[in-house]
């Protein structure tokens, strides 16, 4: 039933293609406000550039988990999900996946405009740069997955979700600017490994906690 | 089939549904009436565990339906105010979603007969943003046709349809009366609540206040 309501999902997206490239222009929007706005050294850049990503990242997020449960609303579909004899947690699941799946995408596709705009060099180690996002990005959207099911019901939902999601998620975006400056500075893994298991932590514990709570969350 | 006992619900300390008591027998059509916000579509709802009550006590098939795990309501089917599908999928693909989120495996083919037999056929493949009131009614109404129930939640099923939509919504009706299913519908008009209702129960300030039987 997982599979079924991933592929949901991901055919839901196929077909309106709205989550995505609205993820995708807002997050280019911030790159060239960026890159057109720091008017300092490029080593200066280099530093705040992590944090700058992931605070990207995080607004971006907000965008796209927000369309990813506005559009249940629409025509009460999300009735239709809960009423459905199913295990409610996998809608959670399904939710947590699909959008680390589009989060990903997208940042693939803003990682080299990010780069090249700011005019700063590629991580020495892509690949463990990468494999961190992947992981990063898993804790964002566990975190973001639940909020997100808690806000939806409530009157002001669009209100709810950011108060909500950025006290929560902020313990990932600092453990993500950490990894990330340690990877862009060639840093040993020992050095931010701590910051590594923080995130691991986030990922079990929202993991756990939305799959138990969704079914009670969800109901009005 | 559906034992409902002292069901409470408010809504910001207003109760809407105050100690709520009724049951529904197999095969038998139960019409709530009553005048807007008296609370008759948020029972529906609370029957299908999309909302919460406050307290209170629901068995279908023996089963606590409140309490009880997913399965326990795989014969209830909620077809609410909304068409309760996705705007962007097309009317083949929301049934087809439908239906294995309630564990069957429908072919395309019999989704696209019952499809033309409910009118839609031509729309079939355009996404339902683009229906009208009365084509997303006549897309529940396949989807009751469709989906494998012995109770059937409706809220306001002639809500939006045209002459000949009401005339394959009231043929649905009586084919599944007289296949001995058991239905729970919510209607404004008493004419037809009594053509359908084997009893009318009215919600008025948060009690079932009057139960007809005919």
Redesign the interface.
């Known amino acids: ?1 997982f599979l ?2 991933l592929k ?1 999902e991901l ?2 997206e196929f ?2 293609r ?1 989550l995505i490239l609205s993820m995708l222009v807002f997050g280019l929007s911030i790159i060239l406000a960026y890159a057109f706005t720091s008017d300092v050294s490029r080593v200066i850049v280099a530093n705040y550039a992590p944090g700058m990503f992931w605070a990207m990242i995080l607004f971006v997020t907000v965008l796209g988990i927000h369309r990813s449960f506005s ?1 249940e609303k ?4 999300f ?10 947690g996998l809608i959670y699941l399904s939710k947590w996946i699909s959008g680390f799946i589009f989060l990903t995408v997208m940042e693939l596709i803003v990682t080299i405009p990010f780069f090249k705009f700011l005019l700063i060099d590629f991580p020495p180690n892509p690949l463990m740069a990468l494999g961190t996002a992947l992981f990063i990005n898993l804790a964002i959207m566990a975190v973001a997955s639940l909020v997100s099911g808690v806000a939806m019901r409530a009157r002001l939902s669009e209100v709810l979700l950011p108060v909500l999601m950025f006290p929560l998620v902020s313990p990932v975006i600092i453990a993500a600017t950490k990894i990330s400056g340690g990877i862009m500075a060639g840093d040993h893994y020992q050095l931010w490994q701590i910051w590594l298991l923080i995130i691991g932590s986030i990922i079990v514990i929202f993991g756990l906690v939305g799959y138990t709570l969704f079914d ?1 969350i969800t ?2 | 089939m559906l034992s409902v006992s002292h069901l409470s619900k408010s809504f910001n300390r207003r109760p809407v549904l105050a100690d709520i008591t009724f049951e529904i027998a197999t095969g038998e059509t139960v019409v709530f009436m009553g005048k807007n916000g008296a609370g008759k579509s948020t029972l529906l709802r609370i029957l299908a565990r999309i909302m919460a009550c406050d307290k209170g006590e629901v068995s279908f098939q023996n089963h606590d339906l409140l309490k009880g795990a997913p399965t326990t309501r795989k014969d209830l089917l909620y077809l609410g105010h909304a068409s309760g599908m996705y705007s962007a999928l097309s009317a083949v693909d929301n049934l087809s979603l439908a239906l294995r989120l309630r564990g069957m495996r429908t072919s395309k083919e019999m989704i696209i007969e019952a499809l033309t037999h409910y009118g839609l056929f031509d729309q079939k493949d355009d996404p339902i943003a683009v229906y009208s009131q009365g084509m997303l009614q006549r897309l529940k109404l396949t989807y009751a046709e469709l989906a494998e129930w012995t109770l059937l939640l409706m809220d306001e099923p002639f809500s939006g349809l045209d002459d000949d939509g009401a005339k394959l919504m009231h043929d649905a009706i009586l084919q599944w009366k007289s296949e001995a299913q058991s239905l729970c519908l919510v209607l404004h008009d008493e004419a037809k609540g009594k053509l359908y209702g084997d009893r009318i129960l009215r919600i008025e300030n948060g009690g079932i206040q009057e139960s007809l039987c005919f």
């Open positions: 039933m079924v309501l949901k055919y839901n077909r309106s709205e559009y629409e025509m009460d579909a009735s239709m999900l809960i009423a459905a004899p199913i295990d409610r009670f109901e009005e």
